[in-house]
Every structure is written in C-alpha cells, then in structure tokens.
C-alpha cells in the first residue's frame, strides 16, 4: 500500500513525551477514531499503554524514532514483565504497539517497522466466568424493597443478561431505542455500529415497571432521554453499572470477580446451550470476527466435560 500525504505532526500535550514517537501520537489517536471508527474506550486503551511506552523510551535515552530496533523492543517487554503483568497484559501492550507503528509505517513516516519481528507473548487461554442459570435467578431477584431503586436495578440486570450487552452499550440506551410491544431494542456497539437485541418476557417486564413506577420519579425535570438514569436523572455511566452489578452479585454470594462482562459471558454461554447458531449469536453480541465468538463454545464444551466426569460411571 502507497503511503499517505504525511499530516504536519502535532505538537505533543503533557501526557506525550517528545522527542521521539510520542510526536505522531495525537495523530494516530485522530487515526484510530476516525479512520479506523474504533470505539472510544478501545482508544483509551492505546492512549494508556503507548504512553507507557513513550516515557520508557525517554528514560531509555534512544531519542530518536529511528532507534526503535529489535533490541529496544525486546528490553521494554522485558521491563513490562519484570512489572509481573500478566501474559494476557503484556500481549495487549504489544499489539497497541504494532498498530502504532504500523501507522508510522502507513504514514510514510518509517520504511519498516521492527515490531512484527516481534511475537507474541505465549498466552494461557483463559475461559471466561460464566453463572448458572440458578445463580441468574439468584441474581436478578437480589435487588428488594429495601433497596433504593429496586425496580431500576432488576430491570438493569434482566437487560444486562436478555441482551448480552456491555455496560457501555446498556449506558447508551435511548427510551427511544426501547421497543417493548415488539420485543427488542436497538443498541450502539463498539465502532458506532448499531445492532438490534432481542427482550425476553422477563426483562420486558422488568423495564415496564420500572418505567411505569420509579423512572418518572428519577428522571425529575432533567427530561433525560436514557433509559437507566441515576438518582439525580442523569444516565447511568457503566462505572456506575458495573459497582451495581458487583453489589448484587457479592449479595447472593457469587464470586468478587462477577461483572456486567460476566454476564454478557453468561448469555453467550446460555444462548449456544440453548442451540443458538455461532453466526447468530455473533451478530447478538456483536462481534466484528466470528473468531471471537467461537471461545464460547470452548466454554460449553469445557461444561459438558465436566458433566461427563460427573456422572458417567467411568468419567
């Protein structure tokens, strides 16, 4: 591919250590968000780790761009294990990196990148958590008269676990995106692609009363247009999702590690229990790659396995 016209490089902020490559870093930002149409918090992700890596280089004092080598590269994944991330960890670190030299390669700015002399770090295929369908009983009871908005939060978890939605996603909902007659509702997913979900009886139920009973009350004079609102009538942000789902989640006993991704897991694992097709079951959590999507029969698989040691007479 025939490089681009070279932008004139921005001038680095605070946070971006020049000289060096963290002078093309505001441009590939720009990059990935609009050309590549990545989502903001995956952005976020490249922001945090590429500036780790720039104020590593300026500590290391190679200066220049042009000093990126094999070596230098091999010395920072050894700085990040000696940090003792986890493989998983240490393996994100160096994509971020490829993309960002890929971009300096794309950008004219470099004839090669030494980077994908680079591999990647060996990493332990770790299944995700999923719940039983009792602890998802469990769960979406948890939330009682006692609480403060017991309605919104049982409505929350129901959307969170009918859907398979992110937090993110289930932040961002529109009562306008909410079609209960009908069964479904529209959601806004990684790269601003908009996917349809489907609502099952009992998240039905859940949001009506909880827009019938305690959301008029919430939303107050703010008039917000999002379905799950706080106290104040301001949207729910998916730090404040998340802390609601470990809230209910440490009250009926499950694991610390239970989170909304928890239960997007659940719904996948549950979905393709239930006989869902790997390819519609992509297009419901909205996977860019139907590789992605394949781990979750690796889940099933690992449970029918344990089901088979349970109970055959020779397991």
Partial sequence: MPPRKRPPSASPTQTQIAPGPAVHFPAFLNYLESECGMARNTVSAYRTDLTQFFEWFERSGSGSVFKVDLKLLSRYLEHLHQRKLASSSVARHLVSLKMFFRYLVLDGVLTESAVELLSSPKLWQHLPKVLSPEAVDQLLAAPTPDDRFPLRDRALLCFLYATGCRASEAAGVRLSDVHLDEGFCRCLGKGNKERMVSLNPVARAAIEAYLTYERPRL??????????????????????????????????????????????????????????????????????SVQTTQIYTHVEHSRLKAIHRRCHPRG
């Avoid at 799950?228 to 590690?257: C, E, H, Q």
């Avoid at 997007?264 to 860019?288: N, V, Y």
């Fill in 219 to 288: 939303a107050g004079r703010l008039d917000s247009d999002r379905l799950f609102v706080s106290r104040r009538g301001t949207p729910l942000s998916r730090i404040m999702i998340w802390n609601l789902v470990k809230k209910y989640a440490a009250r009926i006993g499950s694991s610390s590690d239970v989170s909304p991704h928890t239960l997007r897991h659940t719904f996948a694992t549950h979905m393709l229990a239930g006989g869902a097709e790997i390819r519609a079951l992509q297009e419901m959590l909205g996977h860019a």
